[in-house]
Every structure is written in C-alpha cells, then in structure tokens.
C-alpha cells in the first residue's frame, strides 16, 4: 500500500509569492488532515476534510491560507501571499476512521520563506 | 498555557536502558492519547493508542495514562539505536473531533 505523498519536499520561495504544496492520500482514506510545524513550535492541526468536504478548519492561521481536496482524492494547500511567518513544515494525514488511530502521516514539506 | 506541555530534552542514555517520555495536558476532554515516533526528515509514525487510564503494552513499549493526574507516559525497555528519534505525544477529544493536539516532542538518543 502506499503512503501518504506530499510534494514538494522543499520549497524556497520570497515573501510576497505563491506556493502551493500538494498532498496525495492513501487511496480510499476518506480523512485528510493538514498540520504545520513552525521552528521551535509543536506541531498543530490546520484543516480536517472528508472526501471533498471540509469538516473543520479552526486550525487556518488566517486567509493567505487556501486549501481545496478536488474530487475527494488529492488536496492542496495554497499559501498567497506568503509571509516569512510561514516558514516550517507542512504534514498531511489521511485516515479511513477519522479517530486518530488509524493516521498515516505523509514526510512533510518543509517551506522557506525569505 | 498551553494545553500539552512536554520536555523537550535531548534525552540521551546509553544502550539497553529503559527509557521515560512523559506529557502532562491540561484539557480534560482529552479521552484518546497517542504516541509518535518522528525520525529525521519523516513524518510522525504511531506507535502507541490509548483511550484509558492505566498500561497499555506492545512489545518493548509501554503506554501508561493517568487520567486523574493528567499525565501520560511512554516507557521504552531495552532500548536500541535505533530508537533514536523524537517522541511526540499527541491527544484528541471525544465526540468526533479527530484533531490532534501535539506536544512539542522529546529528541532521544540512545548511545551504542
């Protein structure tokens, strides 16, 4: 089975572009997390979807932060523009049963804001 | 405050000892308690889920929860190199909402 796939694995972009990181999910998993790990920081929920549906998305820091799930498969997560405060790791997670138990994390994009 | 505090060492000890990680929460609708090891470069894996108080085993793993204390532990027995790792402890509340409250993780090593 595959894992989850996130790419890319690294991005450098200025302040003030446009990147948009992009998370392919275990096939079939109908949950689909995004959590960020900012330098120093734990790391912290930003969005919930089910299929295409977002079920919770308390954890977006504010709206340069777009994120879509097109058809229920893969998501993406826009960041525009983005801000030096933006820079750490982005996890995705997919899940059949949505109860933590069963989460596959993906290796991460590590983004650099300068 | 924040709502999972976790010593974030580094914690080193030699080869063969047993090892402590703990995490302390202070949301009391926290029920489900995880365990993830985090090597360099990789996402989170889940070692250990738990949703009650007291010890739950797999192999050289021990997860023990004190709901009371608000406290949650993570023993490793026999500890090998490859143990080396970060331990993040994670918690979730009951009533469907899956998201994961992180602690900020514990960088092991273990000393051949």
């Known amino acids: 089975e595959a894992g989850v796939t996130q790419f890319p694995s690294h991005s450098v972009i200025e302040k003030g572009q446009t990147v948009t990181l992009r998370c392919d999910p275990i096939?079939?998993?109908?949950?689909l997390y995004w959590y960020r790990r900012v330098m120093g920081k734990e790391i912290k929920f930003l969005l919930h979807f089910v299929k295409e549906s977002k079920q919770d998305e308390s954890g977006m820091p504010n709206n340069r932060f777009l994120a879509e799930r097109t058809g229920g498969t893969y998501s993406t997560l826009k960041v525009q523009p983005a801000e030096l405060e933006d820079s750490g790791v982005y996890f995705c997670?997919?899940?059949?049963?949505?109860?933590?138990?069963?989460?596959?994390f993906g290796s991460g994009t590590r983004l650099t804001v300068v | 405050q924040k709502e999972v505090e976790q010593d974030p060492g580094p914690l080193s000890v030699p080869e063969g000892a047993i090892v402590s990680l703990n995490c302390t929460y202070s949301n009391s609708a926290f029920q489900y308690f995880m365990w993830y090891r985090q090597y360099s470069r990789k996402g989170p894996e889940l070692l250990m889920y738990t949703y009650s108080s007291g010890n739950k085993e797999d192999g050289r793993f021990t997860a023990q929860v004190d709901k009371s204390s608000k406290y949650i532990s993570l023993f490793i027995r026999d500890s090998q190199p490859s143990d080396s790792a970060t331990y993040l402890c994670a918690m979730s509340a009951i009533g469907g909402n899956e998201k994961l409250t992180f602690g900020t993780g514990t960088r092991l090593t273990i000393i051949p």
């Open positions: 997670a997919s899940s059949n049963n949505g109860q933590g138990e069963g989460y596959t």
């Open positions: 096939s079939g998993h109908d949950n």
